[in-house]
């Protein structure tokens, strides 16, 4: 059963209600209605406004119910991604922005209504200095950012229990083939403004478009939806899938390959699209939620490095012979002995460690989240570009979140890693972080269902380390893995900005990674595709993990002896995510007070 959304719609309007009965009853019983007529506290005119908000974007983009984990509001209805309709609900953001900060913040710090505020201004604030990517015009992602690799996990997440529910999930995707005739008019509106995805990344979705063509229908994302014993339904998905889904994906995947591919830019850089420098430096404060050039963020990159390689000689010489961090990570990425046999162990090795994670939870969390997470591994026609591991939150109506695994080639790939991705996306990473917010009922809604780079990628970073503190490792192998990830995440920071702004190509990126972490050729490549395509969301991982480590460090020194890591994890997570300013503020009062 789907969770009730009214109460998330309706709150501005029982709030209306509340407020005329009250007065009634004041004019009742002091005979006058000059009560009646006071403004609203800040705090209720905040909350109305950021239910506003929630409502109208699951308004304005219905199936990102499904995506932030929010009780849908039109379960039959995809999105209206036309450029008219972006420019409406820009103007809507525009709109709720001024009516913000037209109330005085000051009287609401460190107040629940107070994150509100905070929260709902940086949402704002980024998206409105977003747009100047125009990112909807070029739009040709091999990631999650493109269509392909987000609406089919969206549709293997909708509920589809009741016949109300099919019928609902099946008007949805009916709206897939106007949906790629959208994406098709914007990205050709794209190149006459000077707009396009760059070659190497359009060659990727074709070929993703290929595999998902070369499915038998019966396994397309659009179908798989069926339960087993939901035969009419199944059937009824066939049907729209080859008369109307498939059709569309082979015009879509026509129009990259005869029309858009040979006018795609050549050149890597966001910098080469149409005030490209200004769209980066946007990008990073979107995802990252600071401001930092480059220059700064390159340097920051290549300092971490540097420390984390220090760390891989150690343990390379305490358990694989071997100081060279460059030679343990070859070592470790070739050798037999440290692959996986197959799919399945590679699977279950995962599950292990979720599991273990799960278990060991109450030694750092006081708040722990009810709702399980399960693996589940990537569609097959995703897998060779998807990234190493993703977390899906648990649905509105009672279902797991899921970590969805990358088992490409599997017996290719190094058990080096595995358990620190596992740690970083379900316990005590993303699943954690935003299971305890979802199940918060004294938070905003805005805060329950949104997330922030780099506050939340920063926290999944922290969690690997974290792990660690919790002897959740199970070998040396494993810790170098938690090394390798730190050091992609520092390379993040540097092949980002270097790609994007300095000047690197391609395959510098890639050699960079290749000679710092174990990721497979095939991994590295797909790593570096993934940054090209988003530009700037690479560099919060790291960033946001050492703001949260530096706050941990100065609340310890403080507070001494009164620290609690359990109870300043709790702090940390409970609003869930913050700007990472924001977060300052909240741990430096967290710890003043204690």
């Known amino acids: 059963m789907i969770t009730s959304p009214r109460p998330l719609v309706l709150r501005p309007v029982l709030r209306t209600i509340t407020r005329t009965v009250s007065c009634a009853m004041s004019a009742v019983l002091v005979a006058g209605l000059a009560a009646c007529s006071s403004p609203p506290a800040p705090a209720d005119r905040v909350n109305a406004l950021a239910d506003a908000y929630v409502a109208d974007y699951l308004e304005a983009f219905p199936y990102q119910a499904i995506v932030i984990g929010a009780p849908e509001v ?98 949805r995707w009916s709206q ?31 070929a993703q478009m290929d595999s998902l063509l070369n499915v038998p229908v019966s396994d397309s994302p659009f179908v798989q939806m069926a339960k087993p014993d939901q035969a009419s339904f199944r ?27 040979t006018a795609a830019r050549t050149d890597i850089a966001v910098a080469a699209n149409p005030r490209g420098a200004d769209c980066y430096a946007a ?87 009810k709702a399980p997470v399960i693996v589940e591994p990537y569609p097959a026609f995703l897998e060779k570009s998807a990234p190493g591991g ?38 005590p990473g993303h699943h954690l972080q935003v299971a305890v917010a979802l199940e918060r009922e004294g938070l905003h809604p805005i805060s329950r269902y949104f997330f922030l780079s780099g506050f939340g990628e920063g926290w999944g970073l922290y969690s690997e380390r ?18 390798s990830n730190e050091a992609l995440r520092a390379a993040r920071l540097v092949v980002d900005s270097g790609m994007h702004a300095l000047g690197w190509t391609r395959q510098r990126a890639i050699d960079y990674v290749l000679a710092n972490t174990t990721e497979t050729q095939a991994r590295a490549e797909a790593e570096i595709d993934r940054y090209i395509a988003v530009p700037g969301q690479a560099t919060s991982y790291m960033i946001g993990n050492l703001e949260i ?15 609690d890591l359990r109870a300043f994890h709790d702090a940390v997570l409970e609003d869930g995510a913050l700007p990472l300013w924001a977060l300052r503020e909240k741990i430096e009062r967290w710890s003043a007070a204690r």
């Open 283 to 369: 990008a990073v404060k979107y995802h990252a939620t600071v401001a930092l050039s480059a220059q700064e963020i390159h340097d920051i990159g290549l300092t971490q490095m540097k420390t984390i390689r220090e760390e891989m000689a150690t343990i390379g010489a305490r358990s694989f012979g071997n100081a060279d961090p460059a030679g343990v990570l070859d070592l470790v990425k070739t050798d037999p002995q440290y692959r996986f046999e197959s799919r399945a162990e590679l699977i279950a090795y995962a599950e292990a460690a979720v599991e273990r994670a799960r278990v060991a939870l109450p030694q750092m969390f006081g708040r722990i989240p």
């Open 176 to 206: 897939l083939p106007a949906y790629l005739d959208v994406e098709i008019a914007n990205l050709r509106e794209g190149l006459r403004l000077g707009y396009s995805a760059p070659q190497n990344n359009v060659l990727s979705v074709i």
């Open 74 to 171: 039109h379960a039959d209805q995809l999105v209206d991604h036309t450029l008219p309709a972006l420019q409406r609900w820009q103007a809507r953001e525009d709109q709720l922005l001024a009516e913000l900060l037209a109330i005085d913040r000051t009287p609401l710090d460190g107040t629940a209504a107070g994150v509100t505020y905070i929260f709902l201004q940086n949402q704002l604030e980024a998206a409105r200095d977003f747009r100047t990517c125009r990112s909807e015009l070029w739009n040709v992602s091999p990631t999650w950012t493109g269509w392909q690799g987000e609406l089919p996990l969206v549709a293997g997440m909708q509920a589809v229990g009741t016949a109300e529910e099919q019928q609902q999930a099946a008007a």
């Open 390 to 427: 993703q977390a899906m939150p648990p649905s509105a109506d009672g279902g797991p979140g899921k970590y969805m695994i990358n088992a490409y080639n599997a017996t290719e790939q190094s058990r080096a890693g595995l358990e620190s991705t596992a740690f970083h996306e379900a316990y």
């Open 549 to 563: 480590r530096r706050l941990r460090t100065e609340a310890e020194q403080a507070l001494g002896d009164r620290f």
């Open 466 to 483: 974290l792990a660690d503190e919790m002897q959740l490792f199970s070998s040396d192998v494993d810790k170098l893995g938690l090394l």
């Open 235 to 261: 059937a009824q998905l066939e049907a729209l899938e080859t008369g109307g889904v498939r059709p569309a994906i082979m015009k879509y995947r026509n129009f990259l390959r005869d029309e858009y591919l």
